[in-house]
């Protein structure tokens, strides 16, 4: 009703409709339409929940590859069957070497020197250890750059 024009109503009023409930939807798979294998839903036992369309690859000549069930990064197969352990990969043989024994005489032997480990960011510094190892670097270079500090003249 409107305030201005008492008893008369500011706009028509639109019937009520009746309400009325919507169609009922179909069952979904509660698996996935996705998955064959489970075609039968849980809400009407018996009865597909959606109509299954066959899988059809989109390349019909193109041969499918194995599937590996191990893994698609190991390209040597599935796991061997229970059993015998399967045979290792054998290591390579070392290289022949000539064999050890006295040097011709006057001749020296040909010691093999330790490595010495380096550091990846300064590989001309050897590791520490030493008188020429890294700490004495560092503090070489530290020390280098204390100068007095004067005042005046």
């Known amino acids: 009703m409107s305030p201005l024009a008492p008893g008369v109503p500011s706009t028509p009023l639109v019937p009520a409709v009746p309400f009325v409930p919507a169609a009922p939807t179909p069952p979904v798979n509660p698996v996935s339409p996705f998955n ?19 899988f059809v690859p989109l390349d019909p000549d193109e041969p499918r590859p194995p599937v590996n069930p191990v893994s698609p990064f190991n390209p040597a ?15 390579k043989p070392a ?22 480990p380096v550091f990846p960011f300064a590989p001309s510094v050897p590791a520490m250890g030493g008188t020429n190892s890294f700490v004495s670097a560092i503090r070489k270079e530290v020390t280098s750059f204390q100068t007095p500090f004067v005042l005046g003249p």
């Open 95 to 116: 290289a022949p070497t000539a064999p050890a024994g006295p040097t011709a005489p006057g001749v020296p032997a040909d010691p093999v020197a330790p490595v010495k």
């Open 77 to 91: 197969g599935p796991i061997a069957p229970a059993g015998p352990a399967a045979p290792l990969i054998p290591d």
């Open 36 to 54: 064959p294998a489970e075609p039968v839903s849980p809400l009407t036992p018996g009865v597909p929940s959606t109509p299954l369309v066959p």
